[in-house]
């Protein structure tokens, strides 16, 4: 019997050690880059070192760009994310801290070399987020407070529940709040209702001194401006207080192909110029997208025409070599369901048009919003989401758009023997653009988007890469004020120049909102350089 327990005691004694020395063993070799005492701070746990999470955040979704953090933060609090801000701010080597959203930047902005990464989407998982609610005040109407860490799909879901949405939005919804705030938030509603950026009234903001500040337009002004747009270089968004409407029910949504430029944007700019968000025969969204011999009509940004009109609209594509394609839509209820045809008939009347070649589809508010989602399933399945992303995006002034669509459409990409993957093409109008925010724009009323959306194989991005670069070289020579949007700089100077007027700015706002220039690192403007 004694000598029973004495075996059991033993045992348990063997136990105890084996699973004291697996813990320890876990106890994780600490970096070198990283003071051994951020190990003893109270959201240590949530700071993970594991050859996994490190791979998680080293690249993004633009698949060329690999740089490993030293560590990754999962934040279970927005407490979490000030510690360690503060933490590395006091200390006598600040590390570089970047916000990850949903890593769907394609040139490495989110990530942060030796420095640690913020998963911000693992606040989602977490009571002590700021989640998505839905309130009302007399000043403000409908307005929706919202965690930086959130999608916009799940802001239209729960918004929506309570008949209200944004009214601002990208194409593609599964992008961080904190994400696109960052840059912008651009798409075809922006024309009328201005970015995203200009659809927020408050939000929370960590600085890269570990503070949290509450900013509005008339409370810390500077930061919040400075945020807006700002690339993540003055602090971590945490809470966006957006602007909402009632929510529409459906959407009359059009494409009209064109085969000469000139008639294209002129009709473009023509719908755009009717804008006022009250305007009840305004558009409600408005894009524009170039159909290529090298890139089929229908592609993962949306699938829109019928496949028994694919042959018709390919032998235009073959006549042109070049189609351009106006995209509209306008929403409508019960109110208005029996008066949307008509309005559109009124705005769409003279327009030039090729005969014949006007499509039409009637579908639900969401799944128009949603739109990209379904291309997006069906690449994954082929294996072909997760590729290179070698993408440029620009803006350009209206003025130029002629010598763009010469230098660039003509002499450079259709004589290229590379598939093209989207193409878009649409104006917006910079009076619905705070000068204020950090977000650059072309100094003319009306400008217009270009984005090169490429998808490659990973051993022939170069390809594509060396195209963009031959575009911004055209550019240059031929005196073509674009400005990149989410831009990828190669110097300091490249920089300055982006900012233009803005850049004094720009500098001053970092020095005084991020002073040991610890934050968003990937965007390699203070950084790296
Ligand atoms: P991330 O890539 O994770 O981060 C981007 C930058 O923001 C980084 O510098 C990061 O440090 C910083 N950041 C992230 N979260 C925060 C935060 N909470 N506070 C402060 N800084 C933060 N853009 C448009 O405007 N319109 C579109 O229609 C559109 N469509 C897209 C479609 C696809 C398929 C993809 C891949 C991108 C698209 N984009 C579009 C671009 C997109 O808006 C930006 O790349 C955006 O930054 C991505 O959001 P994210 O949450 O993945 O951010």
Redesign the pocket.
């Known amino acids: 019997m004694a000598e029973n327990s004495t075996i059991t005691i033993c045992l348990m004694a063997i136990l105890f050690i084996t699973r004291l020395a697996s813990t320890l063993g876990k106890s994780r070799p600490w970096t070198g880059f990283l003071s051994p005492r951020l190990q003893t701070l109270h959201f240590s746990r949530n700071l993970h070192l594991e050859p996994d999470a490190i791979k998680s955040v080293s690249s993004?979704?633009g698949n060329l760009v690999h740089e490993n953090p030293a560590a990754v933060l999962y934040p279970s609090s927005i407490e979490d994310i000030t510690s360690l801000i503060k933490f590395s701010y006091n200390n006598y080597t600040p590390f570089t801290v970047?916000?990850?959203?949903?890593?769907?930047?394609v040139g490495g902005?989110?990530m942060a070399s030796n420095g640690v990464v913020v998963d911000?989407m693992s606040l989602r998982h977490h009571k002590n987020g700021t989640g998505i609610t839905v309130s009302k005040s007399p000043s403000l109407g409908f307005y929706a407070d919202v965690g930086?860490?959130q999608l916009w799909i799940d802001v239209l879901r729960s918004t929506i529940e309570h008949g209200f949405a944004p009214v601002s939005w990208?194409?593609?919804l599964y992008?961080?709040v904190?994400?696109?705030l960052?840059?912008?938030?651009?798409?075809g509603t922006t024309f009328r209702y201005g970015p995203q950026i200009s659809n927020v009234y408050e939000m929370d903001v960590v600085t890269g001194k570990g503070e949290v500040v509450t900013c509005s337009s008339r409370s810390n002004s500077e930061l919040f401006y400075a945020v807006l747009g700002g690339?993540?270089q003055f602090?971590?968004?945490t809470r966006a207080r957006i602007a909402l409407e009632p929510a529409p029910k459906r959407v009359k949504w059009v494409r009209m192909l064109y085969s000469d430029f000139s008639a294209f944007t002129k009709d473009q700019e023509l719908l755009i110029s009717i804008n006022g968000r009250k305007q009840k025969n305004a558009l409600d969204y408005l894009e524009g997208s170039l159909l290529m011999v090298q890139g089929p009509p229908n592609n993962w940004r949306s699938s829109f025409f019928p496949s028994s009109d694919i042959p018709k609209i390919m032998s235009l594509v073959t006549q042109h070599a070049i189609i351009y394609c106006l995209e509209a839509a306008k929403y409508y209820d019960d109110e208005t369901r029996h008066t949307v045809d008509k309005d559109l008939q009124q705005l769409f009347k003279g327009l030039s048009f090729v005969d014949g070649f006007m499509f039409e589809k009637d579908v639900s508010y969401v799944d128009f919003l949603n739109r990209?989602r379904s291309g997006e399933e069906k690449l994954h399945s082929q294996g072909l989401w997760d590729v290179p992303h070698p993408w440029l995006n620009l803006f350009l002034p209206k003025s130029r758009i002629s010598d763009f669509n010469k230098g660039v459409f003509h002499d450079i990409v259709l004589k290229r023997n590379i598939t093209t993957g989207v193409v878009l093409f649409y104006p917006m109008n910079r009076q619905k653009w705070d000068d204020k925010m950090s977000a650059v724009i072309p100094d003319e009323d009306v400008f217009y988007t270009v984005g090169f959306l490429h998808s490659s194989g990973f051993d022939d991005w170069q390809a594509y890469d060396q195209q963009n670069k031959d575009i911004l070289k055209f550019c240059h020579q031929a005196g073509i004020e674009i400005k990149q949007y989410?831009p990828l700089h190669n110097s300091y100077k490249e920089w300055i120049n982006h900012f233009g007027s803005k850049w004094r700015r720009f500098r001053e706002r970092k020095a005084q909102f991020d002073p040991k220039m610890m934050l968003?690192p990937?965007?390699r403007i203070f950084n790296d350089i």
Do not use: K, P
Request: hydrophobic fraction near 30%; charged fraction near 10%.
């Open positions: 993004d979704y970047a916000a990850r959203g949903h890593g769907h930047s902005q989110a911000m930086g860490e990208t194409d593609y992008l961080t904190g994400g696109t960052s840059n912008a938030g651009i798409s690339l993540g602090g971590i968004i990209v989410l968003s990937g965007q």
